[in-house]
């Protein structure tokens, strides 16, 4: 790796790297460590002597963030089940009493490591991530990856109801962007990395390397973007390949092959996504309104949530329901199997909610993909074993109900309908339930945002006093298109052959401010007056228009093309013709730059 | 990895920045690979410290829950497996826990869990069994046969051939059970007809072909095993016994003779070894009223002229007793005042028709009384029975 410190690489690099920015409230840093005319300066110099060297370094150096990635996510595992088995002892039962101290000893340890050392490890990791995508650059610094490996570890070992994934997600971002920083790449390419190993955390935590892609451009990056898709698939491909390496490539979770041998069963699917849409903004609610408060508390009393909330999350553990503590797969596992009753179902389902929501709002570091899976998958076997109960005809297993109910929060709470059903297909490996999760996620979907509008990252978001952008919102905006602006044609069109003397005439019968000429290849030149009267005073009359014309051509527009595509031409030409795709030479209309500024004001 | 487009229109100074560049950039991913290779190393070792540690507790929550299931503590057994998978997920423990599941009573739980085990390997003869087994305890019989013969079909470890036959005993039971009679016996001939030549086996198919209403079967298959020596009590027993019921009582005096005189006799419950005396004294007792064609015809004669007067005594006192039901007698009586008045058993051995007609006159007064005045007791009693099946009795 390229030191920190002055190097024997005499290019003008001001790097001031090393001294991480002091973060905020949220935990998140102000300001990236390298100056931004510093960064502008390397690159200026690298564009000129190794103009292709960052997208070559991009590509290779995507398989090393997911190969390091995917090593930190496996070791981050490895010491929660550590630190659970050393904890919490090999196999909890209710009525130990270190089921009831564990948590909150774990949570005054974690207070006091975030509040002395790492104060930007509290949270999820994903509005982190997003936060140094769109605000610093890309920098996530070292100490907040050891802080963040550290803390979520003792936390969710220790028995705090949050999961792995959006730490290793965050983890996965933090390597990205060391490794980009020290190999200094352009402000462009160094932003990007940071969603590359949030890809390649995610798809190792999960061991599901397209829900990871697809997360991280549904909720980190927000569009399909060809320029780091490549980096994301190797990235996320690299990492799952560590991960297998290590524990096999086992799904997370099986069940057996759902059969529809009725489509009418897809209703009572449909009745788990309607539960699904209802639960996913409770859930949102109440984070929303519990986590302002606790941390608007006193700082003293930061030192104590975490403890507190851990004794929470004991005493729930102690008098009955050791499932709702840690991450909880080897439970979503058991109610796969049809293992509980409805009734033991759903009170995992709010036992868990209310466990997560006091362990995640008290700051305490770890995630909220296991949870919301955990609650997903119980009342997807409760809801399926009550229809059961009542409805014996139904063929789908309890556990196929707890497989969608999965899908169904996800789409509801985290809000990302395409990922959660590629997760709920990677975490299970089974196609077969692909029409029920679909269904069952869109319900749940569209319910949950009828009801809730701002999904719960963007509601952290602006608890944090961040501004990050809404991805949800990103991708129900609808760009405007040259079809949005476009006027009939009436500018005079003359052809190429006409005389200048012509022309001349024409356009001073229309009176208009500019003209349009047709050449014999098919092709358009947009002409303002002075530049015809430029023509007319060096060329006579007889001579035909297209040897008064300038060598360029008017753009190749169509309607279905952005709006904005057309902008950067109008300081050449007065108005853009619009061509029919099926036939060269046709007009559709033309747009001016008061068009195109008129539909922008107006699209509101 | 830096590339060298730009190389012949840089300056000299650039040209050797380049050139650092490209040193730099080399010397970093080669950095960068080295700590990758630390990183792994590292991450190894945890990672096999774990495993260790993991295998060590696998076997220690795994050895328990085998413990609890073999002495029958199932809700232990299942905890401790549950504990055992956590941390290897394997699949011997998993049928075993979806076993102790299905012992503990927790049918739906241990049927998804087998279903899911299942759904990997659908030739398991072992999951199928179990399947076969829960869907019979829930009553649903198209599953529970289609699984057990899914179990016959499949794959076994181990000796597949002790496994196949023990499930179509089994299924054979089950269908038993549902008075599925004739698919039973199906099963039970198959399997007779594959069994080694093994004692026990044999006794224990002909057992349950005796269930399944198919006694010629069982009686034969019990004489084959009675006739090795040392002859098997449960199988002398058994010819005895079936012999019996199907009426062939020589057959059964000799063998539940045999039965009671074999030393290995003590071993057979107290309440089987008193209804095995009782059915010997029966059968003895009916072999002596019995007019057998092979008796000296003197003896016979005599025999004949006995169960004469003990069929006439019993239409008499039905008669007195029921006098209601005189004209349901009257065709017996009026057969009874045909025959002569008085007969000697020297008149009657010279006669060969009417003895038979007396024979047939005793066994028909015997039934007829039964229906009407209730099931006669004493000799009346053996007489019935011999006239139930009289070619029988003197079968061999």
């Not at chain 1, 996965?172 to 962007?177: I, K, L, Q």
């Not at chain 2, 529970?144 to 470890?157: M, S």
Request: glycine fraction near 8%.
């Amino acid at each position: 790796m390229t030191p920190e410190s002055p190097t024997d690489f005499q290019m003008p690099v001001p790097v001031t790297a090393g001294a991480p920015a002091a973060p905020d409230s949220a935990g998140i840093p102000e300001s990236s460590p390298v100056s931004a005319t510093a960064r502008t300066s390397f690159a200026a110099t690298i564009d000129r002597i190794a103009p292709t060297r960052d997208e070559r370094l991009f590509l290779v150096l995507s398989i090393f963030i997911g190969v390091i990635s995917g090593l930190l996510v496996v070791a981050f595992r490895i010491a929660i089940e550590w630190i659970k088995i050393l904890s919490l002892g090999s196999a909890p039962h209710p009525g130990q009493l270190r089921l009831l101290l564990v948590p909150g000893i774990a949570g005054i340890v974690v207070a006091a490591l975030v509040m002395w050392f790492f104060p930007a490890a509290r949270g999820s990791g994903v509005n982190q991530t997003k936060a140094a995508l769109y605000v610093y650059d890309g920098y996530i610094s070292i100490r907040t990856v050891i802080g963040k490996f550290l803390t979520s570890a003792l936390a969710i070992g220790g028995g705090h109801s949050l999961g792995p994934e959006d730490p290793s997600l965050q983890i996965g971002a933090g390597v990205a962007s060391i490794i980009a920083r020290n190999l200094r790449l352009s402000r462009r390419r160094l932003r990007m990395f940071a969603p590359i190993g949030a890809a390649a955390g995610l798809a190792a935590a999960f061991n599901a390397p397209i829900s990871a892609i697809l997360f991280v451009i549904e909720e980190v990056i927000g569009s399909w973007s060809a320029a780091v898709l490549g980096s994301l698939v190797l990235a996320a491909i690299s990492s799952v390949v560590v991960m297998r390496g290590f524990m096999g490539s086992e799904p997370m979770f099986r069940i057996p092959s759902v059969t529809l041998r009725d489509t009418r069963e897809l209703l009572a699917y449909a009745v788990l996504g309607v539960f699904g849409g209802l639960l996913a903004p409770l859930f949102s609610l109440i984070l929303g309104f519990l986590r302002p408060r606790m941390r608007a508390m006193p700082r003293g009393t930061l030192y104590l949530q975490p403890a507190v909330a851990g004794l929470m999350v004991g005493a729930i553990g102690y008098f009955g329901f050791p499932q709702v503590m840690g991450v909880g797969y080897d439970v979503i596992d058991q109610a796969m199997h049809g293992q509980f009753v409805w009734q033991m179902l759903l009170a995992l389902v709010f036992l868990k909610l209310l466990a997560t929501t006091v362990s995640f709002s008290s700051g305490t570091p770890g995630g909220m993909f296991a949870p919301t899976l955990f609650i997903g998958a119980m009342l997807g076997g409760a809801v399926g074993a009550f229809e059961k109960h009542f409805f014996p005809g139904l063929t789908g297993t309890v556990g196929a109900y707890s497989l969608v109910g999965m899908g169904v929060l996800f789409a509801g709470f985290l809000r990302v309908p395409l990922t959660s059903v590629f997760m709920v297909l990677e975490v299970s490996g089974n196609y077969s339930i692909i029409l029920p999760v679909i269904l069952a996620n869109t319900i749940a979907f569209l319910l949950s945002r009828s009801l809730q509008p701002v999904g719960i990252f963007e509601i952290f978001t602006h608890q944090d006093g961040l501004d990050l952008p809404s991805m949800e919102v990103q991708r129900e905006e609808s760009a405007l298109h040259i079809e949005d602006a476009i006027q009939p044609v009436a500018a005079p069109v003359v052809q190429g052959s006409d005389s200048i003397g012509k022309v001349a005439d024409i356009l001073a019968d229309a009176r208009a401010a500019a003209l349009l000429v047709q050449l014999p290849d098919g092709s358009w030149y947009a002409m303002s007056p002075a530049e015809l009267n430029a023509a007319a005073a060096t060329l006579t009359p007889e001579t035909p228009i297209q040897r008064a014309l300038k060598p360029d051509r008017a753009p190749q527009l169509f309607p279905d093309m952005p709006l904005d595509s057309t902008l950067h031409y109008f300081p050449r030409w007065p108005l853009l013709p619009v061509s029919n795709r099926a036939s060269r030479g046709t007009l559709e209309g033309v747009v001016t730059l008061d068009d195109v500024l008129h539909r922008y004001r107006s699209s509101d | 990895m830096t590339t060298l487009h730009a190389g012949t229109l840089l300056s000299p100074e650039e040209r050797l920045a380049r050139r650092r560049l490209i040193l730099r950039d080399a010397l970093s991913l080669l950095t960068l690979f080295l700590i990758t290779v630390v990183i792994f190393t590292l991450t190894l070792f945890l990672y096999r410290s774990f495993e260790n540690h993991r295998e060590e507790l696998w076997r220690r929550w795994k050895s328990r829950g085998e413990a609890a299931l073999q002495a029958g503590r199932p809700k232990d057994a299942v905890e401790d497996l549950r504990s055992a998978l956590a941390y290897i997920p394997d699949r011997q423990t998993e049928v075993e826990l979806a076993t102790a599941l299905a012992d503990a009573g927790h049918t739906i739980e241990a049927t998804a869990y087998f279903n899911t085990l299942w759904e990997s390997t659908p030739g398991d003869g072992q999951i199928n069994l179990q399947l076969a087994r829960l869907a019979a305890r829930v009553g649903n019989e198209p599953a529970a046969v289609l699984h057990y013969e899914a179990a016959l079909d499949g794959t076994w470890e181990g000796n597949g051939y002790d496994h196949r036959r023990q499930i179509r005993l089994e299924l054979a039971g089950y269908l038993i059970s549902r008075r599925e009679y004739n698919q039973a016996r199906s099963q039970l001939l198959v399997a007779a007809s594959n069994a080694p030549d093994d004692p026990a086996i044999k006794i224990q198919i002909a057992a349950l072909l005796e269930q399944a209403k198919d006694v010629q079967s069982a009686l034969g298959i019990y004489r084959a095993v009675a006739a090795r020596r040392p002859a098997p009590v449960p199988a002398v027993e058994g010819a005895g016994r079936i012999a019996y019921s199907m009426g062939m009582f020589r057959v059964a005096a000799d063998y539940l003779d045999r039965a009671s005189a074999s030393p290995d006799a003590a071993e057979l419950p107290d309440a089987e070894r008193a209804a095995d005396r009782t059915m010997l004294d029966i059968s003895s007792r009916i072999l002596l009223l019995f007019p057998a064609f092979d008796l000296p015809a003197r003896e016979r004669s005599q025999r004949i002229l006995s169960a004469k007067n003990l069929a006439h005594q019993r239409l008499a006192g039905c008669a007195a007793a029921n006098s209601a039901a005189a004209s349901q007698l009257a065709a017996l009586v009026t057969r009874w005042d045909q025959l002569p008045a008085r007969l000697t058993a020297a008149q009657l051995e010279q006669q060969p028709d009417l003895e038979q007609t007396i024979v047939q006159l005793a066994f028909d007064t015997e039934s007829v009384t039964s229906r009407i005045c209730g099931a006669p007791t004493g000799d009346d009693a053996l007489l019935l029975r011999i006239a139930a099946n009289p070619i029988a009795v003197e079968q061999p």
